[in-house]
């Protein structure tokens, strides 16, 4: 089961003005990181599967938070439909069943 799942839907933090939202999405990811209790899981969905990709601003990150522990899922109908070719480069393909178990086991869901 898993304890704290965070869901990121896009690849920008908020609405608005695209620069900032990427500016605040990394800044959230790093602080993610140097947490001493960091979710069990961040699911991507929609364009959010963008950031797992080798285009993505946040490889980094999201790779030190995958060696860290925290299970990195895409949906693959979105990676199929939002990336095309492009394969990912951190975390792993998982579906809508497996998302929704995750989602409705897990103690705390947080979308952003």
Not at 30 to 38: G, N, Q, S, T
Not at 56 to 65: G, I, N, R
Not at 98 to 105: A, S
Request: aromatic share 6%; net charge neutral.
């Amino acid at each position: 089961m898993y304890r704290q799942v965070i869901i990121i839907n896009s690849d920008t933090l908020g609405r608005g003005d695209e620069g900032v939202g990427q500016t605040l999405l990394g800044t959230f990811l790093r602080k993610i990181l140097a947490r001493p209790d960091k979710p069990d899981a961040i699911v991507f969905y929609n364009s959010g599967v963008k950031l797992l990709t080798r285009q993505s601003y946040y490889l980094d990150v999201l790779d030190a938070l995958e060696r860290s522990g925290v299970e990195l899922l895409a949906c693959g109908t979105c990676v199929f439909k939002v990336c095309g070719q492009h394969s990912l480069a951190v975390g792993r393909i998982s579906n809508m069943d497996e998302i929704t178990d995750i989602m409705i086991g897990a103690s705390q869901v947080i979308t952003l």
